[in-house]
């Protein structure tokens, strides 16, 4: 083999790896925020237990936004609470479709101040998985979670005295729809 052809062959090679490192520089992405809490990124439970109320009470405030690609309404039921450390909590959010055809959409969330993030945990989410609504369909969307106790030993985050959960509909195209 001579030079040229190395060269040529090692080019190659280093443009596939690098393809190969931006497609899955997302994915690698998603799961470092989620083991650490990296930008406000939540935490899902293993169990379906909450490690119980510490005594301390912290604000959280619920937020709803949807993409305007997107025909629903949605929004919470209560905008904040106050909860207990440790203790298992509920939140209702309800979506509507507006609009005359079936629609689905996936939901993006973060909490605020990012440093909550790693202590803020999702027992059960609608966020978890596709949601499709039928022409005028409204549902009630449940989020079971807790914040962590360990919150109160860490000193970037022990002062936090309110948390915003936040989430973004965004529409999924659907094979077949035309989108």
Do not use: H
Not at 38 to 52: L, W
Not at 88 to 104: D, F, G, Q
Not at 147 to 170: C, G, H, K, Q, W
């Amino acid at each position: 083999m001579n030079r040229n052809t190395r060269t040529a062959l090692l080019a190659a090679l280093l443009v596939c790896g690098m393809t190969g490192l931006a497609f899955a520089s997302v994915p690698l992405y998603r799961i470092f925020c989620q083991v650490t809490g990296f930008g406000g990124t939540t935490q899902m439970a293993v169990g379906t237990e909450a490690p119980g109320a510490s005594g301390r009470m912290i604000s959280v405030r619920f937020d709803a936004n949807t993409s305007p690609e997107l025909p629903w309404r949605f929004e919470p039921v209560d905008t904040q609470r106050n909860v207990a450390v440790g203790a298992r909590n509920i939140a209702l959010y309800t979506a509507r479709n507006l609009s005359t055809r079936p629609a689905v959409g996936t939901a993006t969330f973060n909490v605020t101040p990012s440093q909550a993030g790693q202590y803020f945990t999702k027992i059960q989410c609608f966020c978890f998985t596709e949601q499709r609504l039928a022409p005028g369909q409204e549902v009630s969307m449940p989020v079971v979670y807790y914040v962590d106790p360990a919150i109160m030993n860490d000193p970037s985050a022990r002062d936090i005295t309110e948390i915003t959960l936040s989430y973004t509909f965004y529409p999924v195209d659907q094979p077949g729809s035309g989108s």
